[in-house]
């Protein structure tokens, strides 16, 4: 086990460890509007709709704590075609406006029940916000559990994809951080961080 239990109380796990580089995963209850590390280089994950103009679960209570600038800017963002922002398993990157946290990367989880491949596009949407997050020399990344909410994903199988995802292409970043609201979908996270990153 690589785990142990940082001064905040998440829990932290090592994912790749380069010569120059140290990228962390932490796992903590919580609620992500409150959440920042740094006044530049810091970044939350909005599990937003193709449209980007606000909704409920986490995406409302993000635009609400970011004050109208919020709305206005995802405005602003190019449609893909009508009606269309972020196209699911996409992802696009505003300001932080009133948040804590210096940025806002929206991305698109599938609806699980009407996503032809489910599995796909919830890896896109991980792959492309850590993408994102790069190219904006964000070095600190906070996830909720997309698609856990109303858009019907299984924790289980989405904890497991989200953790091998961010294993997979957390290069470059210092560290990503899952904020999770709820118990029962924290300790899934857990107790899948456990099993893989175990080695
Ligand atoms: N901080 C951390 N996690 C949260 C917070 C919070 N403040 N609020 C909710 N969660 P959801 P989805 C958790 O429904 O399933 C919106 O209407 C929540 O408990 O926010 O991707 C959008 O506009 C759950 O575990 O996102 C879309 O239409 C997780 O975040 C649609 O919902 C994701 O739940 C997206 O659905």
């Known amino acids: 086990m690589v785990s142990r239990v940082a001064a905040t109380g998440a829990i932290e796990f090592k994912l790749c460890q380069t010569a120059n580089t140290a990228s962390i995963l932490k796992i903590q209850k919580g609620d992500i509007t409150r959440w920042f590390?740094?006044?530049?280089?810091?970044?939350?994950?909005?599990?937003?709709?193709?449209?980007m103009l606000g909704?409920?679960?986490a995406d409302g209570a993000?635009?609400?704590a970011a004050g109208p600038e919020l709305r206005e800017a995802c405005y602003n963002v190019p449609e893909v075609r009508p009606g269309v922002r972020c196209p699911t398993g996409e992802a696009r990157i505003t300001p932080g406006f009133r948040l804590p946290?210096?940025?806002?990367?929206h991305t698109v989880g599938p609806i699980y029940d009407i996503d032809s491949n489910p599995a796909a596009s919830l890896r896109g949407s991980y792959r492309n916000s850590l993408r994102v997050?790069?190219?904006?020399n964000i070095k600190y990344i906070a996830f909720p559990a997309i698609s856990c909410g109303v858009?019907?994903?299984?924790?289980?199988?989405?904890?497991?994809?989200?953790i091998?995802?961010?294993k997979e292409y957390a290069d470059a970043l210092s560290?990503?951080?899952?904020?999770?609201?709820?118990d029962s979908v924290y300790n899934v996270w857990l107790s899948k961080a456990n099993e893989l990153l175990q080695t």
């Open 37 to 51: 590390v740094d006044a530049s280089s810091d970044a939350i994950v909005n599990p937003a709709n193709e449209r």
């Open 55 to 57: 909704g409920g679960g």
């Open 62 to 64: 993000i635009h609400r």
């Open 101 to 105: 946290a210096s940025h806002v990367i």
């Open 133 to 136: 997050a790069k190219d904006n």
């Open 151 to 162: 858009y019907g994903y299984p924790y289980g199988e989405a904890a497991t994809l989200a």
């Open 164 to 166: 091998s995802t961010v």
């Open 175 to 182: 560290e990503v951080h899952f904020v999770l609201l709820e």
